[in-house]
């Protein structure tokens, strides 16, 4: 196996990653009421957690210039919004402007982290 397979193979595997977490967050964030053990105690730590892991494997399975990664942190943010949105007609849940600004702290954590682990 040369590089450029394996390269295409990690980019392969984290886009898998990238769209698994993908439902994960989706469900959790839409649930009336998620499952109690996948809480790490403070909901903005938990928009943050989750958006970084999103950020990272996008980044990962995702190469691409960087205006194109700068396109692609964007189009996180706007699912974040569109999630936030959603979230006014799931009983029990709320639309909060600070879970949409921990979405953006865990999109800059996970591509900083992403860009860092590609170096």
């Known amino acids: 196996m040369n590089f ?3 390269t ?3 980019a392969q595997t984290w886009r898998a990653v990238l769209a698994l977490l993908l439902v994960v967050v989706s469900y959790l964030a839409l649930t009336p009421s998620p499952p109690h053990g996948v809480d790490l105690g403070w909901d903005k730590l938990n928009h943050t957690a989750a958006f970084a892991a999103l950020a990272f494997a ?3 399975g995702l190469p691409a210039p960087p205006y ?5 942190l964007l189009s996180l943010l ?4 569109a999630i936030e949105i ?6 029990g849940r709320s639309c909060e402007w600070g879970d949409l600004a921990a ?3 865990g999109i800059t954590v ?6 860092l682990a590609k170096r």
């Open 4 to 6: 450029f397979t394996s």
């Open 8 to 10: 295409l193979r990690a």
């Open 58 to 60: 996008a980044w990962l």
């Open 68 to 72: 194109n990664q700068r396109l692609l």
């Open 78 to 81: 706007a699912y974040g919004g």
């Open 86 to 91: 959603l979230q006014l007609w799931v009983p």
């Open 103 to 105: 979405d953006a702290v």
């Open 110 to 115: 996970g591509a900083c982290l992403a860009a």
